[in-house]
C-alpha cells in the first residue's frame, strides 16, 4: 500500500476504533470480575464463619463441661489444637497452623483467663476489649503487632466468663490475591490481544477505504475511465466502491454527452467555414486590384476569428464543466515563457511597453503542450491589449515542490472593480476592451483542468496582478499515456 | 506527382482539388473509406490527404489499414476535431502530419512539400540559401545582402532562414508560429507581423528592391523573381 500521505497511526481511524473497543471491552470485563471477586470472597467468608460458629460451640461445650481444674487449662487448649487442624480454606504448603487461630477464654471481669495461640493474649484481648462482641455473630479483629486481620467469634459460657476464637484471615486474603493477580494477567493479556486483533481488522477494513479514495482521487478533472477498486465481498466498503463506480459511469456518461456535442458543433461549424475560406482564397487569386481584394482579406480575417472564437468558446465551455480533454506531455515552462516573451517582445517594445521576465530555471511539468501555449499566449495578449503605452509587465516563474507558480504583474490601470469578481467568466471584458472575452476565461479553464488555479487581484501600489499555479504531476500518471503523447515542444525549424 | 484525396464533403473535394491541380498534383478523389483502398490498390500515390471524419469509417483507422497493406507513402491529416487524438499524435510521430480545418489552402501546400520532402530528403542539406542578392550562411548564423552583412538576432535570422526555404511560396502567420516558435497558437494580437515588419526594415534598406512581400489577410512570401 503506497499511500503518498503516511499519517502516524496514532491518526488513523483503525487506531482510534480499536482504542475505544479494547476500553470497552477491558472495562466491562472488569465489571464482570468485580462482581466475581465479591462473590468468592463472600463465600469464602461464609465458610469461616461456618466453621468458627461450629468450632466455638464445641469448644464453649468443653469449657463449660470440664472442671475448673488443673487438667482445664490442657483439656480446652488440646481441643482448640485440634481444633486449629481443620481450619478451612487452608492452604497445604502452609505447615504451622497454630499463628492462625487464637483460643482466648475471660473470666467475668473480663481478664485473660487462658489464651492458646502464638505469643501473648495481651493484644488480642486489649483488641477484643475495643469492640462490641454480640455473641454467635463473627467480627473483624486488627490486632497490633499483626498484619493481618482475624475473623473472630465470641461465645458466652453459663458461667459467665466468654471464650473467643479467631482465624487468621490471612488465607483467605492470600487466595484472593491470587485470584486477582491471575485475573489482572490473563486480562492484560486479552485486552491487548483484543486490542490487536480489532486493530488489524479495521486497518484492513479500512485499507480498503483507503484503497477507494486513493483511486478515487486519482480519478482527475476529464479523465474518467478508471475506476475505483472493488471486492468480491458482499460488505458495506464493497458496497460503496460499487455505489461509486456506478456514480462515476453516470458522469462519465454525460461527459462523454458533452464532448458529443461540443465535438458535434464544432465538426458541423468547421466544414463549412472551410468551404466559405477555401471559395474567399480562390477568389482573392483571382482579384487583380487592390480594391477588390480588400474587403476578401477582411473577410478572410473575421473568420479566421470566428474560427478560433468557436475553439476557444467550446474549450471554456468543457472547461468549466471539468470536461476539457488533456493530451499530457513533459514540458518546460520555463523554456515556454521565455519563447513566448521573445515572440511578444517586439509588438511590446512597438507599443512601448516593458516586459521582464524572472525564472528560477528550467521546470519541467506535464501538462498539454497545445492548451499551455495558448494559455500563455492569452495572457500575453491581454497584457498587449489592455496595457497604456509606457508601463511594463513582470513575470516571475517559481518553481514550488510539486506546483508551478507563475505570477504577471503590471503597472497599468489595473482591473475595473466592476469586472473584478467576474474577471474569468465568459463574456467579460473591459469597457474599452476590443477582444471578444474569453481570454482569461480560457486562462482559468486550462489552469482548472490541469488541477491548478489562477487568481486576479489589484495591487496596492497600482495595477494588476495574475498568479497562476500548476501542478507539475511529475510523479504520478506513469505509463498511461506516454508512449503517444510524447510530442516534443520546440518542434522543428525549418 | 500523384496524390490521393480522401474527403466526404463535396464542396471541399472541389476546392482541395482545383487548387492542388493548380499546384501541379496530379489528384485521385474518394469520398469513402473503401473507394479510398481501392484506389490505394490501383494506383500508387506518392502523398494522401485524409479527412477524419469519413462516412463510413474513421480516418485513422483507414490510415492504419492502409499501412498495413503496404501502402508507405506519408500523410496529411486533415481533422474538423477540436483534439487532438493520441493516435493521430502518433501518427505525427511516425512522420504524417495533421492540419485543423479551416485552413489556407498556402498551408496546406507548405506541409505537404514538408512530408514530400521529409520523406526525400534528396542531396545534402545546404550550407547556404541564397535568395537574389541575399545570402544565408547557415553554419555561421550570418545573413548578408548585397555583400552586407545583416544585423540580425537569432530569431530573426531563423524567420528569415524559414522565409527563404520557402521563396516564392507563400507561408501563412500560423505556419511561421508553428515552424519558427515550434507553438500552434492563434493569437488575436498581431505579434507576427510585428516580427516581419522589423525583419523587412533590416533586410529591405532604403534603394533595395523589397523582398518580403504582405498578402493580406493570408501571410507572407519572400519574392525569388
Known sequence: MSSKTAKPVMHSAAWRISLWATLAFACGTMVVFAFLHRFVSNDIQQRTDAWLAGEVEVLGDVAEHTPKDALYDRVVSEVAELASEEVPNRLRSEGRANDLVFFLQTDTKGAQALWVGTGSGAPYLDAIRRQPFPPDE?????????????????????????????????????????????????????????????????????????????????????????????????????????????????????????????????????SPLTAIRGKLEMSLSAATHGEQAEPIVAVIDELDRLTEFLNTSLDVAEGKADALRLSKSEIDLDELLRGMADLYEPSMSEKNLRVALKSSGPLAMRADAGLVHRMISNLFDNELKHLPAGCSVHMRLEAEQDQARLSVEDDGPGFAPEILPHLFERRVKGRQSSGHGLGLAFVEAVARAHGGSVTASNREEGGARLILTLPRGLAQEPAATKDLAMLPVSASRA | ???????????????????????????????????????????????????????????????????????SAPVLILSARRSVDDRVRGLEQGGDDYLTKPFAMAELLARLRNLLKRNNPGVGEPTRLRVHDLELDLLRREATRGGQTLQLTPQEFVLLEYLCRNAGRMVTRSMILDKVWGMRIQPDTNVVDVHIYRLRGKVDGKGQQPLIRTLRGVGYVLKDR
Open chain 2, 1 to 71: 506527382m500523384r496524390l490521393l484525396l480522401v474527403e466526404d464533403e463535396v464542396e471541399i473535394q472541389a476546392l482541395l482539388r482545383s487548387g492542388l491541380e493548380e499546384a501541379g498534383y496530379e489528384v485521385d478523389v474518394a469520398g469513402d473509406a473503401r473507394q479510398a483502398e481501392q484506389l490505394a490498390m490501383a494506383s500508387a500515390h506518392e502523398i494522401l490527404i485524409v479527412d477524419l471524419g469519413l462516412p463510413d469509417r474513421d480516418g485513422i483507422s483507414l490510415i492504419l489499414s492502409l499501412r498495413e497493406m503496404g501502402v
Open chain 1, 138 to 270: 463473627p467480627q473483624h479483629l486488627r490486632v497490633a503487632g499483626s498484619d493481618v486481620p482475624f475473623r473472630v467469634v465470641a461465645a458466652r459460657i453459663d458461667d459467665g466468663s466468654v471464650i473467643y476464637l479467631g482465624l487468621s484471615e490471612r488465607d483467605e486474603l492470600r487466595v484472593l490475591r491470587n485470584l486477582r493477580l491471575r485475573f489482572i494477567t490473563w486480562w492484560l493479556l486479552l485486552v491487548m490481544l483484543g486490542f490487536v486483533i480489532v486493530f488489524y481488522t479495521t486497518r484492513r477494513m479500512l485499507s480498503h477505504v483507503r484503497d477507494i479514495t486513493e483511486a478515487a482521487s486519482r480519478i482527475g478533472h476529464s479523465d474518467l475511465n478508471k475506476r475505483v477498486p472493488t471486492s468480491a465481498r458482499n460488505d458495506e466498503v464493497a458496497h460503496l466502491a460499487r455505489t461509486l463506480n456506478r456514480m462515476l459511469d453516470r458522469i462519465e456518461n454525460s461527459m462523454h454527452q458533452l464532448h458529443t456535442i461540443t465535438d458535434a458543433l464544432a465538426h458541423d461549424l468547421r
